[in-house]
């Protein structure tokens, strides 16, 4: 049996052809603004980007007069962003999708993060296909008390695992994966939701704001609290000025001033 922690890695980030945006841009007499953020110092942000520009398309606020009825043009990006959120114009930050691979979490945590299906893309391995030969396994702080009786049960529940899959001859010449397939999605059967798995997990920005305030709440379960607090600080040092509102109170909630963006 072997002990876990949750592990976060963030894999893929928004990416933007700049040059395509140019030709668009060059169209309504908006290049101005690209070139604006280009001679930044601290470079293009892609994320951020991608979520100023689908916003300033909106209004056609690239620069002065090109929208006659725009009479103030916010230049600071962190202050465009702020708009963004007191406005509730949080349609925008749907464009930026950032992926992360969620590896040594429980089931329990896979039921749950599944929930969140508006703006999420999901693969987790599959346990039909997957056969056990351990039984990873993380036990809760709540649990210490009852350390020895805890790996006693998963380290049988790990020896049938493997014992079973012996029985059976799974790895005997000729056994068809048909075969395989059924007897390993039967075999799952025996395992505890607590067995640490991985997940793929895509989600835009809008979303991930969400999740990170629901699942850092007091009230929300221990590990999943443990995850997204990870997450949070992730996405605020990826891009600071689409999370850099949350503000971390003492007993780890993730809150910010606009809760319904």
């Known amino acids: 049996m072997r002990e876990t922690t949750p592990e976060i890695e963030l894999i893929a980030r928004p990416s ?39 916003g300033r398309a909106c209004y056609r606020s690239w620069t002065e007069g090109l929208n006659p009825n725009v009479t103030k043009i916010r230049r600071d990006q962190q202050q465009y962003f702020l708009n963004i959120l007191r406005s509730g114009h949080g349609s925008v930050l749907e464009h930026a999708n950032y992926t992360f691979i969620l590896y040594d979490v429980s089931r329990i945590f896979t039921h749950e993060l599944v929930r969140h299906r508006a703006g999420s893309a999901f693969s987790q391995e599959s346990l039909r296909f997957v056969r056990l030969n351990e039984i990873p396994f993380r036990i809760p702080e709540s649990l210490e008390p009852l350390r020895p009786q805890v790996l006693s049960i998963l380290e049988t529940l790990e020896e049938f695992q493997i014992a079973a899959a012996e029985g059976f001859g799974l790895d005997e010449e000729g056994v068809s994966f048909h075969d395989k397939k059924e007897l390993t ?43 997204f607090n990870k997450i949070g600080e992730i996405m605020r040092a990826e891009a600071p000025y689409l999370f850099g509102d949350f503000q971390v109170t003492p007993d780890g909630a993730w809150v910010t001033e606009y809760p319904k963006v």
């Open 185 to 227: 999605s039967a075999l799952r059967r025996l395992a505890p939701e607590g067995l640490s798995t991985m997940i793929f997990w895509t989600a835009n920005v809008r979303t991930l704001r969400h999740t990170i305030s629901a699942r850092t709440h007091p009230g929300a379960e221990e590990e999943i609290r443990f995850v």
């Open 16 to 54: 933007i052809d700049l040059d395509a945006l140019e030709r668009y841009l060059k169209t309504v007499g908006g290049e101005s603004w690209l070139q604006m953020r280009r001679e930044q110092e601290d470079g293009l942000n892609p994320g951020q980007l991608l979520v100023e520009a689908a």
